[in-house]
């Protein structure tokens, strides 16, 4: 049985890993520095055998992760939050112009049944240059019971 304790003690694994391989990291990269010459030329050595068996070793249909990914960062790191950024206000933009081509669509349209009732209507000549005939166009319609 399992107490709570050990349970504690598996969670924090990971975490205690972690910190053990920075610390052991920090230490290597310390002393590295105090290695003559000619060991730290067989550690480069070693280490670029290392990768090359390692690449000899990976599977033929293995994708390299830096290639597969490559475009994915270069849209994360680069442009691509600006973008996303930006996509919100270009979009209102695009509404924005939209919404008035409708109403310019919209007030053109009325304007043409105006003039068709107009042209329609059997008003003689002088009536459109009358002062009054433009306030008569004004007036509200009275509604026909």
């Known amino acids: 049985m399992i107490d709570i304790a050990t349970t504690q003690r598996l969670q924090d694994l990971p975490a205690l890993e972690a910190r053990f391989a920075f610390r052991l990291t920090a230490r ?17 050595f070693a280490r670029e055998q290392a990768l090359t ?14 290639s597969a990914g490559g ?5 994360i790191g680069g442009w691509g939050p600006r973008f996303a950024a930006a996509l919100p206000v270009l979009a209102l933009a695009a509404g924005l112009i939209l919404v008035q081509m409708d109403q310019n669509e919209e007030l053109a349209q009325v304007a043409a049944e105006i003039d068709a009732a107009l042209l ?7 009536a459109y240059t009358d002062a009054g005939f433009l306030e008569f166009l004004k007036a509200p319609v009275p509604l026909e019971p």
Do not use: C, F, I, K
């Not at 329609?120 to 002088?126: E, H, K, N, Q």
């Open 120 to 126: 329609a209507d059997d008003l003689p000549p002088a």
């Open 53 to 66: 068996r390692a690449r000899a070793m990976r599977p033929a249909g293995a994708v390299n992760a830096t």
């Open 71 to 75: 475009a994915a960062l270069a849209l």
């Open 28 to 44: 290597l990269s310390q002393r590295s520095a105090d290695l003559p010459h000619d060991v730290t030329e067989r550690l480069r």
